[in-house]
């Protein structure tokens, strides 16, 4: 399973990953953390991207990802 970063995940639900990315990212399940989810839809808020979550065609490219939680201990290792 492969956890892609915020910008990556952009680039694949926006149809921009290179064929060589594309290739690398096809061959395995997909994961993101929550809080990637929550700055795609924060930058399409500002008008920095567009790339709507709840636009049919991103809900079903999602629909198999997993999404990692953000819990309490994450929250406390990480600052």
Known sequence: MLV???HILIEALA???RSKDLSIVSRDTW????IS????AKLNQLGRIEVDLEDA??????APVHVWPIT???SR???
């Open 4 to 6: 892609l970063d915020t």
């Open 15 to 17: 149809g921009r990953l």
């Open 31 to 34: 994961s993101v953390s929550a």
């Open 37 to 40: 989810l929550w700055e795609v």
């Open 57 to 62: 065609d991103v809900v079903r490219a999602l």
């Open 72 to 74: 309490l201990e994450l």
């Open 77 to 79: 290792v990480s600052t």
